[in-house]
């Protein structure tokens, strides 16, 4: 199994360019999030989903999108991209249920010029 | 909105040396998770708690979880450098158990 994997691993975008982070995993998890980490700041949720075709805020959702068109995947996108968007973005899933763990994925780190 | 607190932000302690970090949260929380983020990767889980009052060892790993379900604490019996990294606690969201609020996390590093 190749767990939670994210693409791409690292990417440099310019003021207002857009662009899609793409996560998969394949453990048959039920919920989905996604979440950004800045230094000092630990993680705050962005979007999540809790199955397929469904999706909901986070802490932090603004100027971004997201969606969850099959089981496996979760896409986040940047319609026009900023510097304050500069990041490290992680995806996570984990089954449905009150108390589960969630599994992480090796992120992407995102730059805006 | 629910807010969870981790004291300290950093920690350098001497290869050896015992280490604590603490977690609060401003709710009670149904349970409580701690996460590793080595430097450079992406948090794995290590543990969770349920009970009030809860104790858990993981080897030199000891995890607490307070009798009033509000606050936590990860303490490190003679630390190694294998340790280093960040520590996070994380509790479920009132509106939402969907949702785990993190701590902003402690970071350790320990010298040789």
Known sequence: NAGVTQTPKFRVLKTGQSMTLLCAQDMNHEYMYWYRQDPGMGLRLIHYSVGEGTTAKGEVPDGYNVSRLKKQNFLLGLESAAPSQTSVYFCASRFSGPSYEQYFGPGTRLTVT | ?112
Not at chain 2, 23 to 30: G, V
Not at chain 2, 62 to 72: H, I, L, R
Not at chain 2, 75 to 94: K, L
């Open chain 2, 1 to 112: 909105g629910q807010q969870v607190m981790q004291i300290p932000q950093y920690q350098h302690v001497q290869e050896g040396e015992d280490f604590t970090t603490y977690c609060n949260s401003s709710t009670t929380l149904s349970n409580i998770q701690w996460y590793k983020q080595r430097p450079g990767g992406h948090p794995v889980f290590l543990i969770q708690l349920v009970k009030s009052g809860e104790v858990k060892k993981q080897k030199r790993l000891t995890f607490q979880f307070g009798e009033a379900k509000k606050n936590s604490s990860l303490h490190i019996t003679a630390t190694q450098t294998t340790d280093v990294g960040t520590y996070f606690c994380a509790g479920p969201e009132v509106s939402s158990a969907r949702q785990l609020t993190f701590g902003s996390g402690t970071q350790l590093t320990v010298l040789p």
